[in-house]
């Protein structure tokens, strides 16, 4: 398994969105810390990701890329997502 920060899931979570998530806030449904997507701790293995809350470890999100193409992305811990309209 592999550590990383956010930063690490720019390009996987704009091939899944269409558009760099980790420039946005998020707020942990476990501890209501907010902050950067970007400075979450990652967790990569080849079975998926898991992105955790720097500040009380819980589970915030959530990819796994299946072999047929298909992929499944959790947000089981965030409670909310900052965006910038353009």
């Not at 193409?69 to 900052?82: F, H, I, K, N, Q």
Request: proline content about 2%; hydrophobic content about 45%; aromatic content about 4%.
């Amino acid at each position: 398994m592999t550590l990383l920060d956010g930063n690490a899931l720019a390009g996987r979570l704009d091939d899944l969105l269409g558009w760099d998530a980790t420039a946005s806030g998020v707020r942990c449904t476990h501890c209501g810390l907010t902050g950067l997507l970007a400075t979450a701790t990652v967790y990569a293995s080849p079975m998926g990701t898991v992105v955790r809350c720097r500040g009380c470890d819980a589970v915030l999100l959530t990819v796994v890329d299946g072999p047929d193409g298909r992929s499944w992305l959790g947000l089981s811990g965030v409670s909310a997502v900052e965006m910038h309209r353009v």
